[in-house]
């Protein structure tokens, strides 16, 4: 009797998926907070980067890193506390017989949302770069007509698997507090490990590709085509050599490729963050 009236699947999504909406609604400091990081990340990244993005290789990297980076603390920052600052209620909803997996698949629509308007508004750092500095972007896209929906794509797709990476993380924690001191170590790890601050070799070099700032670096680096820029050296000495970096390659299959992984880490994380929030049931509180 308890299973018939139980709702379907789909209803109780959009029950979770009404409830969530309204939460993050009436919290307006918490979102504009969400919304002017992009807007503050570009800013930065055309004031202090920009001028000498597209112009050599170096600035253009850096500038890239900038984004990339700015990326994953947005995607972070949404959603770390989502669960666990919940998690007393999902577990008495989870034991009156709701479906985690509603829960979680609730929050992560609603934020893959939220991740779209930020990644539109970091975009605007590359209109920026262009109009500020009139530095020109290239002329078209590796598999779509225009670059900049490229980087739209791509830093959407950036943005949103470090969104379920902390929504992941949110269903391991049982604190708000570990949850806040775990966010800048992972951002410091991510950055270490991305390939750009530092040489990696064995294994560090095959620890990196589990890093998404490895991947967002790889995006951006191929969409700008960062091979085919000169060295800043280069500008004053003609004749030295740039030799290209193959995470860099300008091609259709290798962002395909770029694509295709952030898309696996979007499932993994998903996938993970369903199967540890089932060990709510055994919270002592």
């Known amino acids: 009797m308890e299973e018939a009236r139980r709702i379907s699947a789909w209803k109780e999504l959009r029950i979770y998926s009404r409830q969530y909406r309204i939460i993050l609604l009436s919290d307006i400091k918490n979102l504009l907070v969400m919304l002017l990081f992009p ?32 990326a994953i603390w947005g995607g972070l920052f949404n959603s770390i506390q989502i669960v666990v600052k919940e998690r007393a209620n999902v577990k008495r909803e989870y034991m009156s017989g709701a479906r985690l997996q509603c829960y979680v698949a609730s929050r992560a629509m609603i934020q893959l949302v939220l991740c ?4 539109l508004i970091l975009c605007t750092a590359f209109w920026g770069v262009e ?7 290239p002329e078209s896209g590796i598999l779509l007509g225009h670059v900049t929906v490229e980087y739209y794509i791509s830093i959407l797709l950036l943005m949103y698997a470090a969104d379920m990476m902390g929504l992941m993380i949110s269903c391991m924690v ?10 800048p170590y992972i951002l410091i790890v991510q950055l270490i490990f991305s390939g750009i601050l530092f040489t990696m070799k064995g294994g560090a070099e095959k620890l990196s590709y589990l890093m998404l700032s490895r991947w967002g670096m790889e995006a951006l680096g ?4 960062l091979n085919e820029l ?28 770029v694509w295709g992984v952030f898309l696996v880490f979007i499932l993994a994380f998903a996938v993970i963050g369903n199967l540890v929030l089932f060990r709510v049931s055994k919270d002592s509180r």
């Open 39 to 70: 807007v503050v990340a570009a800013l930065i990244t055309v004031w202090i980067a920009g001028e000498n993005m597209y112009v050599h290789f170096e600035g253009t990297k850096s500038a890239c890193f900038v984004i990339v980076s700015a």
């Open 116 to 119: 779209a308007f930020q990644s």
């Open 174 to 183: 049982k604190k708000t507090e570990t949850a806040n001191v775990m966010a």
């Open 222 to 225: 191929s969409i700008s085509d």
């Open 230 to 257: 000169p060295l800043k050296i280069q500008l004053e000495v003609p004749g030295v050599e740039h030799e290209a970096e193959s995470m860099f390659t300008h091609t259709a299959g290798h962002l395909w490729l």
């Open 131 to 137: 109009q500020c500095y009139g530095n020109a972007l």
